[in-house]
């Protein structure tokens, strides 16, 4: 696909021709973010899959006439300069014709790059389509023009974007202040001699939105600076919705790193919390992802001895997922090592699977942890993962995330639970 820059001869005939030119820009510098974590050669694929879908959409979605070139060599901005319509009334497109273009290609675009399967998109990558006109002066030369049209255009999907992230934040905040926040449970079972050691408690937006999703609440809150916030308003929920859980039954609580600084969440205010609400910290697992514990080890070694001092487990999850700071966390001392569900996944199909799997157990048995192998959806994986001598599990299978009341709270915590 050649630049703009190769077919700005053309393009400056067509703006003196008509007296005017129309672009719409394709964004897709969210999926630069491929070539950091993958390398070149798959954003180079990537880019390539993008290029592709941005050029059928010529003759469907926009007309097979309109030029179609790169931003630069190289790089992840499309560029669609519309071309003449036909008949003189309709030779110039209105301002809301180019906002119904490039809502059309955005939402096109878009919907195809979730029906990828690629490996390399996963997450919210999305492309933005922007506007902008020119016309022709006669004092300007002409390139000086076509370039200005590419300035605003890049301007418009600026704006777009500054206004995107700030109704994503809107919705967000109308979220919090409406305690829109609801929490439900997900047992957490003894797979060596059944029974259940806890629930975790898990947070969801209101139901029947993009919200309800806890992947896109924690991600509008990560783009909109307010992780703490939601972190707050979620582990305040969950620890009150905990309430009529039941002695020796424990709870899981995921926390983010700037929690373990809330002076809410410390100390005398912390006790007198959970007294209220009928809970002990004893019966409370902290969970952090093994990600957070590496890269913040010195922070967290400090601020785990503050909870463990007064009676918190500790839960590390998302082991096996990629992470290598093992020795570090043997040096934690967690009570819980949570296996990344993309490990517990086909485990009875994968020998590379089982024998990583048998090798953290070991890890686990020497630093005295509990292993919970998360994501079991199968029978097989269950049958695995008892097999290794994993001790607990959790999942679909063992149970689906649901509000508290719906489960038989009055059966007993397995044996090795209470040790």
């Known amino acids: 696909m050649p630049t703009y820059h190769e077919q700005v001869v ?49 003759g469907t979605t926009v007309r097979t006439a309109d030029v179609l070139t790169l931003d630069e060599r190289g790089g992840n901005a499309f560029l669609l300069f519309l071309s003449p319509r036909r008949g003189e009334d309709e030779g110039r497109p209105r301002i809301h014709d180019l906002e119904a273009i490039c809502q059309r290609v955005g939402e096109q ?31 300007i030369m002409a390139e ?113 790193p700037a929690s373990m600084y809330d002076r809410d969440f410390q100390g005398t205010s912390l006790i007198e919390l959970l007294e209220g609400l009928g809970l002990s910290p004893e019966r409370i697992v902290l969970e952090v992802s093994e990600q957070y514990a590496i890269q913040n080890y010195t922070l967290f070694v400090e601020a785990l001895q503050n909870f463990t001092q007064l009676g918190f487990s500790i839960a590390v999850d998302d082991i096996g997922a990629g992470y290598s700071g093992l020795e570090k966390i043997a040096h934690l001392n967690p009570r819980y090592l949570k296996f990344d569900m993309q490990l517990v996944r086909d485990i009875d ?15 686990a048995d020497k630093m005295d942890a509990r292993i919970i192998a998360e994501g079991i959806e199968r029978e097989g994986e269950q049958r695995a ?35």
């Open 349 to 363: 199909q994968s020998h590379v699977k089982r024998e990583m799997a048998r090798a953290l157990k070991t890890f």
């Open 144 to 256: 000086r023009v076509v370039a200005r049209l590419v300035g605003e255009a890049w301007e418009s999907v600026r704006i777009q974007r500054m206004q995107a992230d700030f109704q994503r934040r809107c919705r967000l905040q109308d979220v919090l202040l409406g305690h829109q926040i609801a929490t439900v449970f997900q047992p957490i079972v003894d797979l060596q001699k059944g029974g259940v050691l806890g629930f975790e408690a898990l947070s969801r937006g209101p139901a029947g939105t993009q919200q309800q999703s806890p992947a896109d609440l924690f991600d509008t809150a990560a783009a909109t600076d307010l992780v703490f916030e939601l972190d707050r308003h979620c582990r305040r929920r969950a620890l009150r919705t905990a309430r009529e859980l039941t002695g020796p039954l424990l709870l899981f609580l995921n926390v983010v």
């Open 109 to 139: 675009l878009n919907r195809r790059l979730t029906d990828l399967r690629s490996p390399y998109l996963r997450g919210r990558r999305r492309v933005t389509a922007g506007y902008a006109v020119v016309f022709h002066n006669p004092l």
């Open 10 to 58: 053309p393009l400056t005939e067509q703006l003196r021709l008509q007296g005017h030119l129309a672009l719409v820009l394709i964004d897709a510098s969210e999926l630069a973010q491929v070539e950091h974590d993958y390398g070149s050669r798959a954003f180079e694929q990537v880019l390539s899959t993008v290029s592709g879908l941005v050029s059928e959409l010529r």
């Open 385 to 419: 993962c008892v097999e290794l001598g994993i001790d607990f599990g959790q999942g679909y299978l063992l149970g689906r995330p649901a509000p508290l009341e719906t489960f038989n709270l009055g059966a007993p915590a397995p044996p090795s639970a209470r040790g």
